[in-house]
């Protein structure tokens, strides 16, 4: 099983909102980063994915499974970890494992206590205590001691203070060690994925810009810095946006070979961070 | 095995891991059969993604500097001719480097110098 979860050709629509022919698939064993300004559509693909939205069209499949069939099974192999607490604010941990962990066959309950111990996190104080990053901590507990093999977290650093962050980041990177485990999340944090992400998936307004490995990204893509005068109606064809300048123009280009055919060493290529990419493809609205 | 990664460089992420450890089995600091931490390991520890170091192991391997066994990890390879020989070359650029810097100190110029290696290569 190379992909854990595959969306084929998926769609949905809302009011003033569409997800359009969607063609996602996330691999086994990698941390797939998915990026996209607010309002995208990241929570919606990934509501689709844990079957908490019905598509239009198309097909949602996890480990080669269809809901339809398999919804249970599909659940136990899952952790979903919100950015925001879950459960009940005024019940404690020790409560919450008793709700859930009936739920789950393969639930570990020596486990959980360990990741409660790793985590520090009080069992007999009520949820509401809990601070953001210690909240992220117990839904991931929970995610983990199920054994779940597809961990999905919408936006789970949002609202981290940056050394929590990198810890929870560390804690990920821990969690990659065995190499079936699959880790699918949503940010717009990119400085987190430029860290540890394998693959990057990118929407924007309902369409999936690129799906790809993050040495095809920083290969692809670059920022392209130079005189104005070398712009023409031909050679800005190579750059997905141009910003322009009195002092000179800088673009993002999708195709650093064309670049470097065209204007060789007359321009300033740079690495593109995956928030110039975001950046440039959405100064494109104004000008496509 | 110590690897430093500069995220600020230009050189990517693998190549900074490849040129690394190619030096290391080079200088023969990583021996012959030597186990790799695994790619995972690596990447934990390095705090890059797995894929980054997957593709360093991959170039590595691919250039005959290290090999793999599904299950037990990747290993220090035998070194072949070419990497005896880039060995050598390495051993002679630093040897060459000597003589460039006994030159110096001397002010013996470049072309003197060229002349001199001619007479003794020819010899």
């Not at chain 1, 936006?155 to 804690?171: Q, Y």
């Not at chain 1, 070979?257 to 975001?278: C, H, N, W, Y």
């Not at chain 2, 360093?56 to 072949?80: D, M």
């Amino acid at each position: 099983m190379e992909n854990v979860v595959e969306l084929i050709n998926v769609s949905k629509k809302f009011k003033g909102f569409s997800i359009k022919n969607i063609d996602l698939h996330v691999k086994q064993g990698f941390v797939t980063g998915f990026i996209g300004a607010n309002g995208a559509g990241k929570s919606t693909t990934i509501k689709m994915m844990m079957n908490l939205l019905r598509p239009d069209a198309g097909e949602v499949k996890l480990f080669g499974l269809d809901y339809q069939t398999n919804e249970k099974d599909i659940k136990e192999r899952i952790g979903f970890v919100y950015d925001s607490n879950v459960f009940f604010e005024g019940l404690n941990l020790k409560d919450i494992k008793r709700i859930v962990a009936p739920a789950y066959r393969r639930w570990d309950d020596t486990l959980f206590h360990q990741y409660v111990e790793k985590f520090e996190l009080p069992l007999n104080k009520s949820i509401k205590t809990f601070s953001k990053g210690m909240q992220m901590k117990a839904s991931l507990a929970i995610a983990l001691s199920h054994h779940a093999e597809l961990i999905i977290m919408d936006e789970p650093t949002a609202g981290l203070d940056p050394i929590f962050r990198r810890e929870l980041l560390g804690l990920l990177q821990e969690l990659m060690l065995d190499g079936t485990r699959t880790i699918f999340f949503s940010t717009h944090i990119t400085t987190d994925l430029d860290r540890i992400a394998d693959y990057i998936a990118f929407i924007q307004r309902g369409e999936l810009v690129f799906s790809k490995s993050i040495h095809d990204v920083t290969e692809d893509y670059a920022l392209v810095k130079g005189r104005i005068d070398l712009l023409d109606r031909d050679t800005e064809k190579a750059f997905v946006h141009v910003h322009r300048a009195p002092t000179g123009f800088e673009a993002l280009t999708d195709n650093t070979t064309e670049v470097k055919e065209i204007f060789g060493d007359t321009v300033v290529m740079e690495r593109a961070s995956l928030e110039d990419i975001m950046y440039y493809f959405k100064g494109g609205i104004h000008h496509v | 095995m110590q690897i430093i990664i500069s995220n600020s460089s230009k050189e990517p992420i693998y190549e900074q891991i490849t040129n690394q450890i190619k030096s290391s089995i080079l200088s023969g600091e990583l021996q012959e059969g030597t186990s790799l931490p695994s790619m995972r390991q690596l990447a934990k520890d390095l705090q890059i993604s797995v894929i980054t170091t997957k593709r360093a192991y991959e170039e590595l391997e691919k250039a005959g500097f290290i090999y793999s066994i599904v299950g037990k990890g990747s290993f220090v390879a035998e070194q072949n001719l070419e990497i005896i020989r880039e060995k050598k070359q390495r051993v002679i650029e630093e040897q060459l480097n000597a003589v460039i810097i006994n030159s110096r100190e001397i002010g013996l110029p470049l072309d003197e110098l060229q002349q001199l290696l001619e007479i003794l290569y020819k010899e």
